[in-house]
Each structure stands twice: as structure tokens, then as C-alpha cells.
T-cell receptor
Framework: GAVVSQHPSWVICKSGTSVKIECRSLDFQATTMFWYRQFPKQSLMLMATSNEGSKATYEQGVEKDKFLINHASLTLSTLTVTSAHPEDSSFYIC????????????????FGQGTRLTVV | GQSLEQPSEVTAVEGAIVQINCTYQTSGFYGLSWYQQHDGGAPTFLSYNALDGLEETGRFSSFLSRSDSYGYLLLQELQMKDSASYFCAVRAPGTGGFKTIFGAGTRLFVKA
């Protein structure tokens, strides 16, 4: 199956600093990527849909100015957590779709390995 | 809005069969997916049902009834390695084609 790589796998940062997380599709082009966050023993909450060459679509309740998403190429989307606070500590996961597969609207999304962010 | 309900925990013994149910309420529906997630890991795709009926993939089967907004994941011949969280997820209309909304997850404990 398609491979999605996420970097870094874990990061510790100080309160008030910004952290950038990268999501790359390694062997396919992804015009759409999804960003999720997951608190311990809870579900994956969709934060936003990242679209190549255009603005991301954020889910209700997600602060656009705090979670900056850039999808500058067909293989890379980045999530920047700005002015991080301890409550932003979470597991962030991206996923991407491989549009080369027939039936693109039904194509499964492939997940990165996740990034564990700890804000101290 | 969208909501999915599934049991929070299920316990079963090795070799047994377990069924994890999921009911959903969404605005727009393309299909129901199931994912497995081990602690600290990323979700891995198990199955997807767009049409009513049963889909079988090895030891795992998934069922969907769109009229009942209901589906289930059936795990047979349980193994210890099946201990994980299982999420049902609805594929709904979204930017770029669709988005995936996850349920709260069911923690499966497999005992010897």
C-alpha cells in the first residue's frame, strides 16, 4: 500500500514556541491530506483538511491561527502549532489519499506514524 | 452533525469470536471503515463497507446496514496480538471528496 511518512515522531518544546510537523506521501501524489489529533485513550479528532495549492478547511472549533497548515506540494503538508501551550500536548496524525487509484472518492486514506507533541 | 457510538471496552479469550458494533448518525454518508490501533501507534485500515452486507478479509469481517445506520466488525479466532483499540469511522462528504470521522473506539482485551 501507499506510504505516508510523518516527522518528527516525537517532539518536546517549551511553552510559547512553535512546532512544525511534516507529512509526506512517499510513493504517490496527494492533493488532499488530513490532520488529526488524539488525546490518550480517546478518538482521532479531525482538525482540518489540507488541500494542495489552496487554503485548508478547518473543522469547527479548531483555531486556524494556532494550527497553521501549508500544503505547498503534492507530496508535503505541514502543520505548525504556534505559541504552543501544555494543553496542546497530544498525538498528531496525518493521512493522505492516493488519487491514482481508481475510484478516487472511495480511495482509502493512509496514515502517517503520528507525532507525539509534549509542551513543557 | 456527526456522531458514532461503539462500546468502550470488550474482553474475550483467545480463539473466540467477538463482534464490535457501531451505530452512526451523519449528514452525508459514503461508507463505514474500521481501523485498528495499538497503543502508541498509528491507525491501520481493516475494512470498508460502502454497500449493505458482509465483507470478509481473513479473520476479520465487517457488516453494514445503511437503513439501520449500523455496522459491526467481527473478529474470529482471536489472537493475543488482536488486543488493541478498534475504531469505526464514517466517510462523509468533505473538501477534496470526503473526510473520515472516527468513533470513540473500542478497546479489545484478549485473554489467554
Amino acid at each position: 500500500g501507499a506510504v505516508v511518512s510523518q516527522h518528527p515522531s516525537w517532539v518536546i518544546c517549551k511553552s510559547g514556541t512553535s512546532v512544525k510537523i511534516e507529512c509526506r506521501s512517499l510513493d504517490f501524489q496527494a492533493t488532499t491530506m488530513f490532520w488529526y489529533r488524539q488525546f490518550p485513550k480517546q478518538s482521532l479528532m479531525l482538525m482540518a483538511t489540507s488541500n494542495e495549492g489552496s487554503k485548508a478547511t478547518y473543522e469547527q472549533g479548531v483555531e486556524k491561527d494556532k494550527f497553521l497548515i501549508n500544503h505547498a506540494s503534492l507530496t508535503l503538508s505541514t502543520l505548525t502549532v504556534t505559541s504552543a501551550h501544555p494543553e496542546d500536548s497530544s498525538f498528531y496524525i496525518c493521512s493522505a489519499r492516493d488519487l491514482s487509484v481508481a475510484g478516487a472518492t472511495n480511495t482509502e486514506a493512509f496514515f502517517g506514524q503520528g507525532t507525539r507533541l509534549t509542551v513543557v | 452533525g456527526q456522531s458514532l457510538e461503539q462500546p468502550s471496552e470488550v474482553t474475550a479469550v483467545e480463539g473466540a469470536i467477538v463482534q464490535i458494533n457501531c451505530t452512526y448518525q451523519t449528514s452525508g454518508f459514503y461508507g463505514l471503515s474500521w481501523y485498528q490501533q495499538h497503543d502508541g501507534g498509528a491507525p491501520t485500515f481493516l475494512s470498508y463497507n460502502a454497500l449493505d452486507g458482509l465483507e470478509e478479509t481473513g479473520r476479520f469481517s465487517s457488516f453494514l446496514s445503511r437503513s439501520d445506520s449500523y455496522g459491526y466488525l467481527l473478529l474470529q479466532e482471536l489472537q493475543m496480538k488482536d488486543s488493541a483499540s478498534y475504531f469505526c469511522a464514517v466517510r462523509a462528504p468533505g473538501t477534496g471528496g470526503f473526510k473520515t470521522i472516527f468513533g470513540a473506539g473500542t478497546r479489545l482485551f484478549v485473554k489467554a
